[in-house]
């Protein structure tokens, strides 16, 4: 998503797959390291494009930085209009200092609001009324700060809402009249109760501090491309079962389905309705989820999976899980997080995942048998294979 027009889709391409051609175009030009964090892409300047880029920045009043009170202070003095700001506390641990400011003629009409580190000291969101990104970012390492964020309702521009698991945001409980807002990406707290009634919202992620089920309306959200961080224990069977209204959907994260209170029937039925609903998504690229064995051949016929990772909750002790022929015809990074030895129960059959470049194993057992998958001689693409038993990773490359 762009929340500020850079990126347009020419010729009906969407906006993500142009954004990724951007990205990709950067990063063969060597002006941009990629980096990846949990499954999604980030990036990393030198310290000497880091410099150029700042110095062009404040050269053509594409943004400015602020460092202390001080350099806020010498911005509102300005005669032209600030339209991006980016505030870098200092303050640490042994430092009490925050930076301060109030609106003026030069910052009243900030399209983008960018805090890391303590922002206690920020005007009225209300007098920020062109905002259309606001982000808070990780702060320093020493603690967490508390944002209030209850005045966000009134910013009826605002298209980017992040706020990192380093803050504890205060949302207002109601949010509709935000017509425009596309992402809303916040670690902690609770969502607002009228979500679905958001329609342009494209990307809703939460983190797995504030243990939240999906809205139970989750199905009529159509126009949602990611979906991270909800906790199926916590989400009601209609949830689930909305879920494959959501055909629109890249990217999904979900936490475990292991709830001691469920009795086994509902379990069964939430499992169910999950799997179901998820068969549906054809667009899928992007799956993080807990399952059981029985479950993987379904997500094998997803036709445009590149990524999963499966924490998987039990393996027969009788059989092997086979990946057969035609299962997972595009994917290229495939993890497995698991309490068991999975290595000892995985077969690949020639002509099992003809794409796959990277396989990743996280194991949590005392001690690893030694084995290695049998078949992998069949992954013909394969570069890559990790694995990771209690903090120690061996790695080889074919």
């Not at 700001?85 to 925050?98: G, N």
């Not at 009249?177 to 342009?200: K, M, N, W, Y």
């Not at 990743?360 to 001690?367: A, D, I, K, T, W």
């Amino acid at each position: 998503m762009d929340a500020e027009g850079f990126v347009s889709n020419l010729h009906g391409t969407n906006l993500e797959d142009v954004g990724i051609s951007y990205f990709n175009e950067l990063v063969n030009r060597s002006l941009i390291q990629p980096a990846d964090k949990y499954g999604q892409v980030c990036c990393k300047v030198h310290d000497m494009m880091l410099d150029l880029i700042l110095s062009k920045c404040a050269e053509d009043n594409f943004s400015s930085v602020a460092y202390t009170s001080e350099d806020i202070a010498r911005l509102c003095d300005r005669t032209y209009k600030i339209r991006r700001l980016s505030l870098i506390s200092r303050a640490d641990i042994t430092s009490s200092e925050t930076i301060s400011w109030t609106v003026s003629d030069s910052t009243s009409q900030v399209w983008s609001l960018v805090c890391f580190g303590g922002c206690k000291s920020i005007p009225r969101l209300s007098q920020l009324k062109y905002i259309r990104v606001l982000s808070f970012e990780c702060p320093n390492s020493f603690g967490d700060s508390h944002v209030d964020l209850t005045a966000i309702s009134q910013l009826f521009q605002l298209r980017y809402l992040k706020v990192s698991e380093h803050y504890y945001p205060k949302l207002p409980t109601e949010i509709r009249g935000l017509v425009h807002l596309d992402t809303l990406d916040v670690a902690r707290g609770s969502i607002p109760s009228d979500i679905e009634h958001l329609p342009r919202l494209s990307n809703l992620a939460v983190g797995w501090y504030g243990e939240i089920g999906l809205p139970e309306r989750i199905g009529i959200m159509e126009s949602l491309r990611t979906l991270h961080g909800f906790e199926l224990q916590r989400s009601p069977l209609e949830a689930l079962q909305g879920l494959g209204n959501l055909t629109n959907l890249r990217s999904l994260k979900l936490f475990n389905l292991d709830d001691d209170e469920c009795n086994l029937l509902e379990k069964a039925a939430k499992f169910d309705a999950l799997v179901s609903s998820i068969f549906k998504l054809r667009n899928l690229k992007y799956l993080m989820m807990r399952g059981h064995h029985d479950g993987i051949t379904i997500l094998g016929g997803l036709p445009s999976l590149v990524h999963l990772e499966l924490q998987v909750v039990t393996f027969p002790k009788e059989e092997a899980v086979i990946m057969s022929k035609g299962l997972f015809p595009v994917l290229e990074r495939l993890t497995f997080l698991s309490d068991e030895d999975v290595i000892t129960y995985l077969r690949f059959e020639a002509g099992a995942m003809p794409k796959l470049q990277e396989l990743s194993v996280h194991l949590r057992v005392p001690q690893w048998g030694g084995a290695a998958p049998v078949g992998t001689e069949h992954l013909l693409a394969l570069q890559q294979i990790s694995l990771l038993v209690f903090g120690t990773k061996k790695e080889s490359r074919e």
